[in-house]
Nanobody
Framework: QVQLVESGGGLVQPGEALTLSCTGS????????MAWFRQVPGKEREYVAG???????YHADAVKGRFTISGDTAKNTVDLQMNSLRLEDTAVYFC?????????????????WGPGTQVLVSS
């Protein structure tokens, strides 16, 4: 059983930056593909970024060039550095772990989820 906990959410203004961190109860991304998703009320969970077992990052087009996913084996964390935040980035952000080698864009492919952390971008 893998337990995931997100941290780092909060309230920021447009254009500011925020870093989310996902901590796993067991060695995480080196043994399984990990990803960040986000969700707003009334909408489906949206893929944001993923990292493969080998540490290769993947980013959704909506965040490419602004967000960066990375893994830290020493800390057993997967971080999401979010720069140039926009109003439309407001959502609950979830960390997820799969049994895959390469991250999937589909939430159904992930077995383990954190409880989520709220990101609010507001002026």
């Amino acid at each position: 059983q893998v337990q995931l906990v997100e941290s780092g959410g909060g309230l920021v203004q447009p254009g500011e930056a925020l870093t989310l961190s996902c901590t796993g109860s067991t060695p995480t991304f080196t043994s399984r593909a990990m990803a960040w998703f986000r969700q707003v009320p009334g909408k489906e969970r949206e893929y944001v970024a993923g990292i493969s077992r080998a540490g290769v990052p993947y980013h959704a087009d909506a965040v490419k060039g602004r967000f960066t996913i990375s893994g830290d084996t020493a800390k057993n964390t997967v971080d999401l550095q979010m720069n140039s935040l926009r109003l439309e980035d407001t959502a609950v952000y979830f960390c997820a772990a799969s049994d895959l080698v390469i991250p999937s864009r589909h939430p159904k492919d992930y077995k383990y989820w954190g409880p989520g952390t709220q990101v609010l971008v507001s002026s």
